[in-house]
C-alpha cells in the first residue's frame, strides 16, 4: 500500500482498479461509483442501506477476482473437494469478516472517514443471514470460513431459506417471534447462478425394466416436480488469495404458470405448483433439534441434498470424467443426519441415471460420505416413519431396504444367531410404527463416523452406536470442534486483538491460534494486566449501552461482574439452575442488605423453539426475576438480570468481548461440545462449567486451576439415573434450595400468580430429568468461590490471559486441519493472497 499523502492524491483510473484496487484512494472510488452505479444514489440521497450496500458491492468486488481464479485453479489441477452437506449455515454478517479476511478492514475505515461516512453505522445495518438454529449451523459457518484459510478446496451446499431463524422480541417477559425477512432489501453477497439448475422428484412410483443390454434398471416416475436454483456466495480465507463455495439451493416451480390451468378460468389453480415449490426452501425449522415426522423436513432435506450430488455428478463429469473415480474428486461430510438421505440418493443416481452397477455404486458411496454425529439427545435423533418415505421417496425406500438387507446379512454372518442385535442396528426401527433410523443411515453408508469432542466421541462409542462401534472401530473419530477467531476475536473484539498483537508483535496468530501462548509469559505483567482489564471494562461498557437501549436495564460495567449464559434455552442446558442461583444471591441479600458482596450483571441471551413450552417458560422466568430485582433498591445496587433479546450471531459478538464469567453449566453428557464455551474463554472469560462436551478440554488446555469445575460427571450422572434419581429428597433434603423453589412457585415473581411457573417448579420437584438440584449445591459453592477470586483482580486477569493464550486448540483451523488429514485425506491447495 502507498503511503498515505500519496495515496489521497492518487486518482483510481483504471476500470480494473477500482474493481480490485485495495489502496484507499481505490476504495473511495469504488465506493462512490458502487453507490452511483449499482444503488442509482449520490451521497445526498442515499439511504443508510445504500451506504450499506455500496460498501458490500465495493468489497465483494475484491473477492471475485481471487474466487474465479480459485475456481480456475482447482478446476486445472483437479483438486480433491470437500462438499460439505449441511442444512444450515448460520453465517452472521459478512462485510466485517469479508474486510477483516481480505486484510483491508483499516484502510476501509480511513477512506469511510475520508468520504464522511459513519463506518459501524454501516456495518449495523446489515441484515444477518439467520440460516441456522444454533451450534451445528454456526459450526458450518465457522468451517466454511477455516477451510478457505487452510486453503482446501471446498463447497459448502445448503437451502437458500427465505426466512431464516426467527427475530426474537421480549413483550411483558415473554418470547414473541417475528419472521426473519432477511432478503426482503436484498442480498448484496450472493450471485443468482439460474443455469445451474436441477429437478427434484417426489412421490409416484418406480418402475423396474431390463435396459437394452438386458441389465436389470428402475426407473422413478414421480408426481411432483420442482427445480432447485443455485445461490453463490464466495467464502474468502484470511490472509490468503483460496475463495470457496457456498452454494445455497432455492426452490421453484419448474414452470411457474399452468397455462392450461389458467385457460379454463382457475386462476388460483395455475398458480399453486409454483407456490407449493416454493414452500420447500421458504422457511428453517426453528426447533435446534428435529421434530419428528414433519413432511415439509423431509422435502428440504431431500431438496438440499440431491441439487447437491447432481450439481457434484456434473462437476465431476465436465472436470475429471469417469464416475469411477467420483470418490477421489470429492469426499462429503454429512453435518448431522439431515442430508443423511444423501447415501441413498448417490446410489439412486448412479445406478438409475448413469448404469453403475449396485456394488460399484455401492462402493462408490461408501467411499465418499463421512458423517459428524452432533448429539446424543434421543429426541434429536432423526426418523422417518416408512410410510411417510414410501409416499414421498419411494426409490429411496428401496434402496435403503436393499442396503438394509446387506448390510444385516454382513451382521448375521459375523454375530451368528444375535437376532437382537440385529434388531438394534437395522436401519428400520420395527418397534411401534416401522421408521427409518437416518443415523444408522449415515453410518452404514459412510466411510468415517466422528463425534464433536472427546466425551461426545466415546460416548458415541459405549452408547449411541457401540454395535456399530464393535463391528468397525476403524472407523470412528473424534474431531472436536473450534471457532473461528478471525469472527469471534478479530471483528468481534478488535480491542483485544489489537493488544494481543502488541504484546506477541505480531498478528500470525490469527492464522496461528497456537502461538497466543506467546501471552503466558505476561499474565503476571501487572501493566498488561491493567490494560486486559481496560479492554475488557471498554467492551462491557459497549454492551451496558447495547443493553440499556435494548432491554431497558441499567448495568455498571465498572463495577460489576458480567456472568453470561448465552445459548438456545433447553432444560438440558441448565438455565434454570442459573436462575436458582440467582435467587440465592437474592435472598441473602434480603436477609442480610450489608453483605458486601461482588455486584453482579446476570445476562441471559437465546431463542426457544417456538413449541417448546418449558424452554419459553424459562424465558419468562428470567425475565420476572429481573423485574422483581431490578427494581429492588436493597439489592439493585448488587445484583442486576437482564435477558439480550434475539440471540443471533450479531448480538453474540457482543456478548462475548464483555463477559467475564461463562456459563457452561450443562448436565454432564447431554452437551455434546458446545462452541460458546470456546468464544467466551478466547475472549478472556472465565469459565464456570461441568466436565461436559468441550468445556473438558477447555479446562485441560487452560489448566484445572483456571476454570470453576462443578457437578457430576457423565458417569456419576449414569450411576443415579440407574439408581432411580429422587429430585424430591434434595428438594427436601437442602433448606435453601427448597426455599428458592418455593420462592418461585410463592408468586413473588409473578405477581402473586401461584400457577404461572408451577410447571417448572413441579418438574423440578417431581421429574427434573437434567439433575438442576442434583448439582445445586456444588454450582452455589462453586459460584462462592467465583465471587472470592473476583475480587482479587490480579488474580482473575492472570487467570483470564491464561485462557485466552491456551485457546490455540479450540481455533477451528485446527479443526479443519484434523478432518483433512485424518478424515478427508485431502492436501491443502495455496492460492497467494
Ligand atoms: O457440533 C456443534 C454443536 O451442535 C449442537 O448444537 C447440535 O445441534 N446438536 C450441539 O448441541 C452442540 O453441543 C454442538 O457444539
Redo the contacts with the bound molecule.
Keep these: 500500500e502507498a503511503p498515505a499523502e500519496t495515496e489521497t492524491e492518487a486518482p483510481a483510473t483504471s476500470h480494473e482498479h477500482t474493481r480490485t484496487g485495495m489502496s484507499k484512494a481505490s476504495l473511495k472510488q469504488a465506493y462512490i461509483d458502487n453507490l452511483f452505479y449499482i444503488q442509482g444514489r449520490f451521497r445526498e440521497v442515499a439511504t443508510p442501506h445504500d451506504l450499506y450496500m455500496a460498501a458490500a458491492f465495493t468489497v465483494r468486488d475484491r473477492m471475485l477476482e481471487r474466487w474465479v481464479k480459485s475456481a480456475q485453479v482447482y478446476k486445472s489441477s483437479r483438486a480433491r473437494t470437500v462438499c460439505y452437506l449441511s442444512a444450515e449455515y448460520l453465517l452472521g454478517p459478512h462485510l466485517a469478516n469479508n474486510l477483516v479476511n481480505l486484510g483491508i478492514a483499516e484502510v476501509a475505515q480511513r477512506a469511510g472517514e475520508e468520504l464522511d461516512l459513519d463506518f459501524k453505522a454501516i456495518l449495523e445495518e446489515e441484515e444477518e443471514p439467520g440460516l441456522g438454529?444454533?451450534?451445528?449451523g454456526r459450526?458450518a459457518a465457522c468451517y466454511m470460513d477455516s477451510l478457505a484459510t487452510v486453503q482446501i478446496p471446498a463447497i459448502g451446499y445448503g437451502i437458500r431459506y427465505e426466512f431464516g431463524i426467527f427475530d426474537q422480541i421480549i413483550e411483558d417477559g415473554w418470547q414473541v417471534e417475528r419472521s426473519d425477512t432477511w432478503l426482503r432489501n436484498g442480498n448484496p453477497w450472493e450471485i443468482p447462478r439460474p443455469k445451474i439448475s436441477f429437478p427434484v422428484m417426489y412421490g409416484g412410483h418406480t418402475e423396474h425394466y431390463r435396459d437394452q443390454a438386458e441389465r436389470p434398471r428402475v426407473r422413478w416416475i414421480p408426481d411432483m416436480v420442482i427445480s432447485g436454483v443455485a445461490y453463490d456466495t464466495p467464502v474468502l480465507g484470511y490472509g490468503v488469495g483460496n475463495v470457496n463455495l457456498l452454494r445455497l439451493w432455492k426452490a421453484e416451480a419448474t414452470e411457474s404458470f399452468d397455462f392450461q390451468t389458467f385457460n379454463v378460468g382457475d386462476y388460483y389453480g395455475a398458480v399453486h405448483a409454483k407456490i407449493e415449490a416454493e414452500t420447500i426452501s421458504k422457511v428453517l425449522y426453528p426447533n435446534?433439534?428435529p421434530e419428528a415426522g414433519k413432511e415439509l423436513r423431509l422435502k428440504q432435506q431431500y431438496f438440499f441434498v440431491s441439487c447437491s450430488i447432481q450439481d457434484m455428478i456434473r462437476l465431476h463429469l465436465n472436470t475429471v470424467g469417469p464416475l469411477e473415480t467420483f470418490h477421489e474428486k470429492f469426499v462429503a461430510q454429512l453435518n448431522?443426519t439431515h442430508p443423511a438421505i444423501a447415501v441413498a440418493e448417490l446410489m439412486r443416481l448412479l445406478m438409475d441415471d448413469h448404469a453403475v452397477t449396485w456394488d460399484d455404486a455401492w462402493a462408490t458411496t461408501r467411499a465418499t460420505f463421512c458423517y459428524t454425529n452432533?448429539?446424543l439427545l434421543p429426541e434429536?435423533l432423526e426418523t422417518w416413519s416408512v410410510a411417510l418415505f414410501e409416499r414421498l421417496l419411494p426409490r429411496h425406500l428401496e434402496i435403503i431396504y436393499e442396503i438394509n438387507r446387506r448390510f444385516l446379512d454382513e451382521v448375521r454372518v459375523r454375530y451368528l444367531g444375535d437376532e437382537e442385535r440385529v434388531a438394534r442396528m437395522s436401519l428400520i426401527d420395527e418397534a411401534g410404527g416401522r421408521r427409518i433410523r437416518m443415523a444408522h443411515l449415515a453410518v452404514v453408508g459412510s466411510r468415517a463416523v466422528n463425534g464433536?469432542a472427546a466425551l461426545h466421541s466415546e460416548l458415541i462409542k459405549t452408547t449411541l452406536l457401540k454395535d456399530f462401534y464393535e463391528m468397525a472401530p476403524e472407523r470412528f473419530h473424534n474431531v472436536t470442534?473450534g471457532v473461528t477467531p478471525r469472527r469471534f476475536i478479530v471483528v468481534s473484539n478488535p480491542r483485544l486483538a489489537e493488544l494481543i498483537t502488541e504484546v506477541c508483535g505480531h498478528d500470525r496468530w490469527i492464522r496461528d491460534l497456537d502461538s497466543l501462548r506467546e501471552l503466558e509469559a505476561h499474565a503476571d505483567d501487572p501493566k498488561l494486566q491493567a490494560r486486559w482489564r481496560e479492554v475488557k471494562t471498554a467492551a462491557k461498557r459497549d454492551l451496558a449501552v447495547w443493553l440499556k437501549r435494548h432491554a431497558g436495564v441499567l448495568l455498571d460495567p465498572q463495577t460489576m461482574m458480567f456472568d453470561i449464559q448465552a445459548k438456545r434455552l433447553h432444560e438440558y442446558k441448565r438455565q434454570h439452575l442459573n436462575v436458582l442461583h440467582i435467587i440465592r444471591v437474592y435472598q441473602r441479600l434480603k436477609q442480610n442488605p450489608n453483605l458486601g458482596m461482588v455486584p453482579r450483571a446476570f445476562i441471559f441471551g437465546g431463542k426457544a423453539a417456538p413449541g417448546y413450552y418449558m424452554a419459553k417458560l424459562m424465558i419468562k422466568l428470567i425475565n420476572a426475576v429481573a423485574e422483581v430485582i431490578n427494581n429492588d433498591p436493597q439489592v439493585n445496587g448488587y445484583i442486576r438480570v437482564a435477558f439480550m433479546p434475539d440471540f443471533n450471531v450479531k448480538n453474540g459478538q457482543r456478548l462475548y468481548p464483555a463477559a467475564d464469567l461463562s456459563e457452561q453449566i450443562s448436565l454432564a453428557g447431554k452437551?455434546?461440545?458446545?462452541?460458546g464455551n470456546m468464544k467466551f474463554s478466547m475472549n478472556g472469560a472465565l469459565t464456570v462449567g461441568t466436565l461436559d462436551?468441550?468445556n473438558i478440554e477447555i479446562r485441560e488446555e487452560v489448566g484445572a486451576e483456571n476454570f470453576f469445575l462443578f457437578g457430576m460427571t457423565a458417569e456419576e450422572v449414569r450411576r443415579k439415573q440407574d439408581e432411580g434419581y429422587r429430585p424430591w429428597d434434595y428438594y427436601h433434603g437442602d433448606q435453601e434450595l427448597k426455599s428458592d423453589i418455593d420462592l418461585i412457585a410463592s408468586g413473588l415473581f409473578s405477581h402473586g400468580d401461584t400457577n404461572l411457573f408451577r410447571p417448572l417448579t413441579e418438574h423440578l420437584i417431581h421429574q427434573d430429568p437434567f439433575m438442576v438440584l442434583a448439582d445445586y449445591r456444588a454450582y452455589l459453592e462453586c459460584q462462592d468461590r467465583i465471587s472470592t477470586v473476583y475480587d482479587r483482580p490480579a488474580e482473575w486477569d492472570r487467570m483470564s490471559i491464561l485462557n485466552v493464550a491456551r485457546m490455540g486448540k479450540f481455533s477451528s483451523d485446527r479443526s479443519i486441519r484434523e478432518y483433512a488429514e485424518r478424515i478427508w485425506s485431502i492436501e491443502p491447495q495455496p492460492l497467494g493472497a
Excluded at 438454529?133 to 451445528?136: E, F, V
Excluded at 452437551?671 to 462452541?675: D, I, L, Q
Aim: charged letters at 20%.
Design positions: 438454529n444454533g451450534g451445528l459450526l435446534d433439534d448431522d452432533h448429539t434429536a464433536v470442534n452437551e455434546a461440545s458446545g462452541t462436551g468441550a
